[in-house]
């Protein structure tokens, strides 16, 4: 049981380039999140996806986009990098939106130079 | 819009000493309450979750209280270990919107 899983674990990025980050969860978890987390801002919601087949914004969603790919999967992509981009990226699922535990992966460690 | 301060930022203690972590929210109507552990580099892992129906939750040396109508939480740590050396943080969860993190509290427990 491996929880929530996330790839890569590190990646850097020139301004302007694209990648999607990559998370599943074998918890049959029907919500899921990505968080950017910056030194002194705290951790903020980018997307989440409440149920498979539903995507809302969060409180930072300027310049990403996500796809909810089925029940396990949740990629978050990055079309045009910036360096205001360069963070730590978690992903979290829980079994319903609201009143659950959430579960972290390991994080992504993102520079855009 | 809920906001989630705690304070101190970061915090120093001895090995053995007690310590409370506080944490406070601006907006009573809450669904729950999670405190979290994150280690340098790690994801976040969750501690507690207390319900808005109950007063506190334990688990080992980890007590976590809520008061919903003074907006506050308190997470209190007994016979703190160098083990318990991380950064923690409180989350609001208000049913109708996602979880609202405050910036934590890295605390140090010095051998």
């Known amino acids: 049981n491996a929880g929530v899983t996330q790839t890569p674990k590190f990646q850097v990025l020139k301004t302007g380039q694209s990648m999607t980050l990559q998370c599943a969860q074998d918890m049959n978890h029907n919500s899921m999140y990505w968080y950017r987390q910056d030194p002194g801002m705290g951790l903020r919601l980018i997307y989440y996806?409440?149920?498979?087949?539903?995507?809302d914004k969060g409180e930072v969603p300027n310049g990403y986009n996500v796809s909810r790919l089925n029940k396990r999967e949740f990629s978050l992509r990055l079309e045009s990098a910036a360096p205001s981009q360069t963070s730590v990226y978690f992903c979290?699922?829980?079994?319903?939106?609201?009143?659950?535990?959430?579960?972290f992966g390991p994080g992504t460690r993102l520079l855009v130079l | 819009k809920q906001e989630v301060t705690q304070i101190p930022a970061a915090l120093s203690v001895p090995e053995g000493e007690n310590l409370v972590l506080n944490c406070s929210f601006t907006d009573s109507a809450i669904y729950n309450l999670q405190w979290f552990r994150q280690d340098p580099g790690k994801g976040l892992t969750s501690l507690l979750l207390i319900q808005s129906s109950q007063r506190e939750q334990t688990s080992g040396r980890l007590n976590a209280s809520l008061d919903k109508s003074s907006g506050r939480s308190t997470l209190y740590i007994a016979a703190s270990q160098p083990g318990d050396s991380a950064t923690y943080l409180c989350a609001v969860d208000s049913g109708n919107t996602p979880l609202v993190f405050g910036k934590g509290t890295r605390l140090s427990v010095i051998a």
């Open positions: 996806s409440a149920s498979e087949g539903t995507t």
């Open positions: 979290a699922s829980s079994l319903n939106r609201a009143g659950e535990t959430q579960y």
